[in-house]
């Protein structure tokens, strides 16, 4: 190359860089960051089945929980306990997305998969249903 051309590339270059010192440019892959807002919600619920009266129940504190995990791929949503009755909404990256069952009282029995994959799309609202047989004195096993 001549010297003519690195002249004028240096130049160049160093009008480039005082425009971005003074903020008249954006430097290159300096914009700002891109918004990852491909974000789901995955609503875990899970229904109870009681074989008696629960007000005849003496103990308030037996109340039926289960705890679930959502994961997918390589995010894990965490642990998060449901009782009784109820609903629990978690956050997720578009995808698919599984709910498994991590534990669940003894004296209950899961009536059906101990877990279950949606799809969620961007801004989707999906339901995973879970539903349990709990009888007063449990479900023993024969001696």
């Not at 009681?50 to 995990?69: Q, R």
């Not at 059906?112 to 047989?133: A, I, L, N, Q």
Request: glycine share 6%.
């Amino acid at each position: 190359m001549s010297s003519r051309n690195i002249g004028r590339g240096a130049a160049a270059c160093a009008v480039t860089a005082a425009l971005v010192a003074a903020g008249a440019l954006p430097a290159a892959n300096a914009h700002e960051p891109k918004k990852d807002d491909h974000y789901g919600y995955v609503k875990v619920c899970q229904k109870v089945y009681y074989d008696h009266d629960k007000k005849d129940d003496k103990k308030d504190d037996k109340k039926f929980h289960a705890t679930y995990n959502a994961y997918e791929g390589k995010y894990d949503y965490g642990d998060f306990t449901i009782y009784d009755d109820y609903c629990k909404q978690v956050k997720v990256k578009k995808g698919y997305v599984t709910v498994k069952v991590v534990y669940y009282s003894s004296y209950a029995k899961l009536d059906g998969p101990s877990y279950k994959t949606v799809y969620v799309d961007k801004d989707e609202y999906k339901d995973v249903w879970f539903s349990y047989k709990v009888k007063k004195h449990g479900y023993g096993h024969a001696a």
